[in-house]
């Protein structure tokens, strides 16, 4: 059975850091890319960052020059670090990996970052 297990999640101040990690359990054939969604309250869930397995990286507008995504292909985990946090960041941070030819998206559990002023 294949889990993401993430982990780094917590409560910083304003202009702090924090760094996720997301290591995949079990095996995913095929990934296309994996990265980071986050949600906070009352909105929807939205793209942070992705990365490929040749390392293309996207990020939201929001977070460039802020985040870095990054992967160590051997352990099968994947990485954001964060700098410059504000509260806007605060959110829960889901970690996915989406896989196959129909793009199916596995998620893990969601950790919470939340970023006090």
């Known amino acids: 059975q294949v889990q993401l297990v993430e982990s780094g999640g917590g409560l910083v101040q304003a202009g702090g850091s924090l760094r996720l990690s997301c290591a995949v359990s079990?095996?995913?054939?095929?990934?296309?890319?994996m990265g980071w969604y986050r949600q906070a309250p009352g909105k929807q869930r939205v793209l942070v960052a992705a990365i490929t397995p040749g390392g293309s990286t996207k990020y939201a507008d929001s977070v460039k020059g802020r985040f870095t995504i990054s992967r160590d292909g051997a352990k099968n985990t994947v990485y954001l670090q964060m700098n410059s946090l504000n509260p806007e960041d605060t959110a829960v941070y889901y970690c996915?990996?989406?896989?196959?030819?129909?793009?199916?998206?596995?998620w893990g559990q969601g950790t919470q970052v939340t970023v006090s002023s």
């Open positions: 079990g095996s995913i054939p095929k990934i296309n890319a």
């Open positions: 996915y990996a989406n896989a196959g030819h129909n793009e199916f998206y596995y």
